[in-house]
């Protein structure tokens, strides 16, 4: 696949395996994000009347060499691109000692969640309704599992939008944002590569208005490192721009866009009352794991691991044992 932000091309290996859902209390498999009950609610419906896993959970492993061990067994079913121009193989290792030694390997794993919260909290209460015994299908979920410290594993930045609050001063706002941040002046063309260049030192957002584009970043002396992510929610947009927790889970006055240039583009023009776009480094797996190790959860939409897993190439069926 061909990275977006540089076009760069880089193949990502994984394996689908059906995966043993655990409480998040064992410490067993991590998650990092919130979830709401909306999508849950949506996603019990689904499952209980298909009674099969439909759409993959994405999980993320750490130092055990299986993508190796299972690279050259494969017979390959497929290979297709998908509308997004992706291109996609796909291979099935039947080999019984293959199988049974990567089995065995991740008997210990401590698992991350990269995609899929909503998915896996779901099966998981699914699962727990049924009552069955632990090896029955239903108390499992279908995953794709990736290496962790691939090079090729690819984390996207997700863009934030604040629209149609109906106090905003735009002069007022940089005026706060500049007690906590050193600020100057951006320009378009160079923006992205100044933010990342600038996130190496300490958080950065390049910040955009009506009549400003500027590139934050927090003072050494202002606060201890933080995700950049969290920074963003917790101080810009909660306590100087007043969008509660609540709000911002409601998304009243808070929208996501992965594309920089168009979210730059709608606050430029007030598109949809766009009135302040925030443009993020991405955060990289290494820091995710951090914060999910430490029982803490980031703001909704804080990793875009690229691409998203594609539905419709393995299902789970949860009846009976697997």
């Known amino acids: 696949f061909v990275n977006p932000a540089d076009g760069g091309v880089r193949t990502r290996r994984g394996f689908f395996a059906a995966v043993a859902l655990e409480p998040y209390d064992k ?17 019990r419906k689904l499952l209980e009347a298909t009674r099969t896993a439909l759409s993959p ?39 019984p000692a293959v199988l049974e030694a990567v089995s065995t390997s991740f008997a210990d794993a401590q698992l991350l ?37 691939d090079p090729e594993l690819l984390v996207l930045p997700t863009h934030r939008i604040v629209h149609s609050l109906p106090t905003f001063d735009e002069s007022a706002f940089l005026a706060k944002v500049a007690e906590h941040f050193d600020v100057r002046p951006l320009d378009t063309d160079t923006a992205l590569a100044e933010l990342a260049a600038a996130g190496k030192a300490s958080p950065s957002f390049a910040i955009r208005t009506k009549d400003s584009f500027v590139l934050a970043s927090l003072r050494p002396s202002d606060a201890a490192r933080e995700l950049d992510v969290v920074l963003l929610h917790e101080l810009l947009i909660e306590k100087i721009l007043g969008v509660s927790r609540e709000a911002q889970a409601a998304k009243t006055n808070l929208r996501y866009v992965q594309d920089a240039a168009v979210a730059l583009a709608q606050t430029a023009t007030g598109d949809s009352g766009a009135q302040v776009t925030f443009l993020l480094n991405s955060t990289p797996a290494s820091d995710v794991r951090k914060i999910a190790s430490a029982g803490e959860v980031m703001p909704q939409k804080s990793t875009f691991f690229y691409p998203k897993v594609p539905t419709g190439l393995m299902f789970l069926p949860l009846e009976g044992a697997l």
């Open 113 to 149: 969640i990269a995609d899929g919260h909503h998915r896996y909290e779901t099966a998981l209460r699914y699962g727990d309704l049924r009552a069955e015994g632990e090896d029955a299908a239903s108390r499992h979920g279908l995953f794709f599992l990736v290496d962790e410290d």
């Open 27 to 43: 410490q067993v498999i991590l998650p990092h994000e919130r979830t709401l009950s909306g999508p849950k609610e949506d996603r």
């Open 57 to 95: 959970g994405f999980l993320l492993f750490r130092g055990r060499g299986e993508l190796d061990r299972l690279a050259g067994s494969e017979e390959v079913l497929a290979e297709f691109q998908t509308p997004d121009g992706i291109e996609h193989r796909l291979g099935r290792v039947v080999e």
